[in-house]
């Protein structure tokens, strides 16, 4: 066990990178990877509980709780409301859906495909069904939309929207001058005439024949789709020849792109510029922000990335973080903070993800290094078998495959060298000019 004075942090890291342990003033750790992990934050009041990550996770926070299973096939959730009411939500999908909210117009409960009705979910006001595809219903702003024998009837009505449908032979919806839609033979025949935002947006589409979209600021014509395409853009200023898209492509005016896919392509705006040579054996991305550049680059996609902030101001800092992937992470913070991890294979997909560095990441880790803001620097090998910490206070060396065969500090407090963990060594507390022999593990006092 590891325990720092000063601050009262305990560690323990036992059988390499499956057990861990770890208390600080107001954190504590522990886990058995990667069957599970427990984290608890006292001091924020949360707690992150992990079995299998990602297949089963438990969160609290302040009073609320999330619990999820199978990859949220089971899901479940509380919300503490301010006047005491615990409001809840179960989901087993596609299956059972229920709510138990304070406002009994919010609750629900759903028996999948027999019947249900849902309030506030999946993007509707309400959702109701009755041996679906049978008999489906929405609501959404005031219209709704009834359906038999799920998508091949239905009708609209309410908020002066009427229409209906028989798919896929033809299909309208209507409400007065804002809203004209109709199809026939879909996807063959569609028509489109709305307001949005009092803007008039129209399309046509015949296809593969023809398609055409007028809007304020921008017109689309697509002839033998996608053989043809052209757009005229004058809130961006600049216009687009696809011939074919998306593997050739052309745009003039603020907007300047030459692309012939795979082979090259780049493409130029006022604060923004992206390119690829032999797609994906090599891209860039350049972003010019207020403060910073952000330049981005990588070859084969995902092998090799490299991102950088690079600051614009006097004073700014800049940033780094380069993935070989499955190699190694280098990352570097604007705060001075830096890591290096060897064996990497997620963290190029799955940058700032909490869970996955507690469950999975020690696993394949074989060596890391980490210096903070001050400049303190860490290093482990082998799951902390050599271990180094260099801080302004001194070094510290240890070498333990399974007990510490070489221990080795020289610190502002005090020095010491052991042999397996104390068999044989040497202290001096330098505070208390205190000089300690060990033999056989027993200490012998020489001041």
Known sequence: MEKDNETGEKRIDALGPFVSYKKEAHETEYGL??????????????????????????????????????????YYKTDLRESGFRERELTIFPF???????????????????????????GKDEINFFMFPLFLQTKNYGVTNNNFLWPFIGGYSGNGVEGGRLWPLYGYKKRGDSLNERFALWPIYMQRDREFYGARISSLAILPLYYGMDMPGRKQRTYFWPFFNYIENTNRNFRRWDMPWPFVTFSRGDVTTNRIFPLFSVKREEDFESGYVLWPLYSWRKHTLDDYVIQRKAIAFFIYKDVRNIPRVEG?????AIN???????????????????????ETFLQDNAPRERNWMPLWTIFSWYKDEEGNHVSSFLWNTFRTESTKKGVKVEFRPIIPVISYENTEDRDKFYILGGLFGYSKDKENNKKVLKFLFIPVNIS
């Not at 117009?105 to 999946?122: E, H, L, T, W």
Request: glycine share 4%.
């Open 96 to 122: 059972i859906f229920a709510r138990q909210a304070e406002d009994p117009d919010r609750s629900f409960f759903a028996v999948f495909p027999i019947f249900g009705n849902m309030k506030n979910k999946y």
């Open 324 to 346: 070989l992937w499955p190699l190694f992470t280098y990352r570097r913070t604007p705060d001075g903070k830096a890591y290096f991890r060897l064996i990497s294979p997620l």
């Open 316 to 320: 700014g800092r800049d940033s780094r």
């Open 33 to 74: 990877r990667p069957i599970f992990y427990n984290y608890r934050n006292d001091k924020k009041d949360r707690t992150a509980f992990d079995f299998l990550y990602p297949l089963s996770t438990y969160r609290t926070f302040e009073g609320d709780t999330k619990f999820q299973a199978f990859m949220y096939i089971i």
